[in-house]
């Protein structure tokens, strides 16, 4: 494979821009995918039993020493920053490993236990198994999860930090994140506020409207409502706008088309734009940029942005 970042990193600066790696962390495990002890475990609620998860068991001393390693050799490329991939969170079945456990039970006295997390789980008829609720030891638990991955993040950062000081970082965020606090520690170990302490220089929350139409069976204007609502409480918890990195997806999630709806695939965006901006003057990215995308005739949109 050839090494292409650096080569990359000095057509970007050539041309006046900046350059952030996109990278991954509990599914940077290439060349590891075969090392059961590495691999996160999660709840079965069909079985009852344990089984081992797709990524990294972020808290085996192995793979934090690896993990730190390749962000010292990432930050030893000219680049300008680091975006955390969506992939440092636990969902609420994860993880259960040894290593896990034993750093819980050590500060609380008591092994994580899914009998003691979950209320009334149940198979949707998706097949899929949800909870009507959980204990408050579950919440002791998913809290400290959280806490725990951002203090990976911070090791990682002050890793990359050793080659290269001057870098910037930024972290992907559910949108369900920023909306409630409680769904996001539930659902991903992920909270704006848990966030919030490791001074990213850059928060990107997943305004990922069509997915939220998907996930909640909701109508698009709906959707476009709850990009805004996450706009206003990211700028509001952050700050300072221009921080907060709202990314608008722009491909239709089943074809992978251009988004199309019965309004004009133009008029979709310009509408989710509108809503996202009416809510500060944010920072924005156009998720996955294509060719084809018309970014030129959306500028007026930001450039006279409140």
Avoid at 8 to 16: D, F, K, W, Y
Avoid at 73 to 86: K, N
Avoid at 280 to 300: E, H, Q, T
């Amino acid at each position: 494979v050839e090494d292409l970042l650096g080569k990359l990193a000095e057509i970007v600066h050539r041309n006046g821009l900046e350059i952030f790696a996109w990278m991954t962390t509990r599914y940077a495990n290439y060349g590891l995918e075969g090392s059961p002890a590495y691999r996160c475990t999660k709840y079965n609620f069909e079985t009852k039993k344990m089984d081992l998860a797709r990524g990294f068991n972020l808290y085996h001393p192995d793979v934090l020493r690896r993990l730190e390693n390749l962000f010292r050799d990432l930050g030893r490329y000219p680049i300008d920053g680091i975006l955390f991939q969506d992939d440092l969170i636990l969902r609420h079945d994860e993880d259960f490993g040894p290593e896990a456990n034993q750093a819980f039970l050590k500060e609380f006295g008591y092994l994580p236990d899914p009998g003691l997390f979950y209320v009334d789980p149940y198979k949707s008829d998706s097949g899929k198994y949800y909870v009507k609720g959980y204990t408050d030891r579950f919440w002791v638990w998913a809290n400290w999860k959280n806490r725990w991955l951002m203090n990976v993040a911070k090791r990682l950062m002050e890793a990359s930090k050793e080659s290269n000081p001057n870098l910037q970082f930024a972290i992907n965020l559910y949108f369900e994140s920023v909306l409630n606090d409680m769904n996001g520690v539930a659902w991903f170990s992920q909270t704006l506020s848990g966030a919030l302490r490791n001074n990213f220089d850059y928060y990107a929350v997943m305004a990922y409207h069509r997915q939220a139409m998907k996930d909640r069976d909701i109508e698009l204007g709906e959707a476009i409502g709850l990009m805004a609502e996450a706009t206003r409480k990211a700028t509001e918890g952050v700050g300072d706008p221009s921080k907060v990195l709202m990314k608008v997806w722009i491909l239709d999630w089943k074809n992978h088309g251009t988004v199309s709806t019965d309004l004009a695939p133009k008029k979709e965006i310009e509408d989710t734009l509108s809503a996202i901006l009416n809510r500060g003057k944010v920072s924005l990215a156009f998720v996955p940029y294509i060719d084809a995308f018309p970014i030129d005739s959306f500028k007026a949109k930001w450039t006279n942005s409140k």
